[in-house]
């Protein structure tokens, strides 16, 4: 697995919640499966380890190994943040769909670290589900139709900078 990815999966990020500040980075994202650009990683702990703990601990590792300095911040950028509209939603609450928060993780996924997709923000205070019969991967590349199922729900979408935290990776 490339080196990006070994950060992904230790911390349960997506690509939206990564920043690749390098000059050449090719090393750390290289997706081509040569053999040269993949790694493995095993780490045997005791069970009763806290999960923050054990996520340090690797990214430890990975910094190490790499010579790569990964870290946790909190940086201001413009995000798409939901919001609750005034008007009354003009769905009912249901058992089916999922929950917002599934729902914005989902908005927030990104396949590829050169997607340049634009955070989303839950600040609705909705606790309901969400259904759509309209796929996450088209509802996040089609704003207008992401609007139309989120005004369903009496919620709205909107520009705004938020201070968000960011997994930062840049070499030494």
Not at 6 to 25: G, H, N, P, R
Not at 158 to 168: L, N, W, Y
Request: one cysteine or more; charged letters at 25%.
């Amino acid at each position: 697995m490339p080196i990006i990815d070994l950060y992904k999966t230790a911390l349960k990020i997506s690509s939206s919640q990564l920043l690749v500040e390098m000059d050449d980075a090719y090393f750390a994202v290289a997706s081509n499966y040569d053999p040269k650009n993949l790694y493995c990683y095993q780490l045997f702990l005791p069970p009763m380890v806290d999960e923050k703990k054990i996520q340090a601990i690797i990214v430890d590792d990975f910094n190490k190994q790499f010579d790569l300095h990964g870290r946790w911040e909190k940086r201001e950028i413009p995000c798409l943040v939901i919001t609750k509209q005034k008007k009354v939603s003009s769905r009912s609450d249901s058992a089916d769909g999922i929950s917002m928060e599934s729902f914005v993780k989902k908005l927030n996924y990104a396949n590829d670290i050169t997607d340049s997709v634009i955070p989303f923000i839950d600040e609705s205070g909705y606790s309901g589900r969400i259904m759509s019969s309209i796929s996450i991967s088209v509802l996040r590349k089609d704003r207008c139709k992401l609007e139309e199922v989120l005004e369903s729900y009496g919620l709205s979408l909107v520009e705004a900078v938020r201070r968000i935290d960011f997994f930062v990776l840049s070499q030494i």
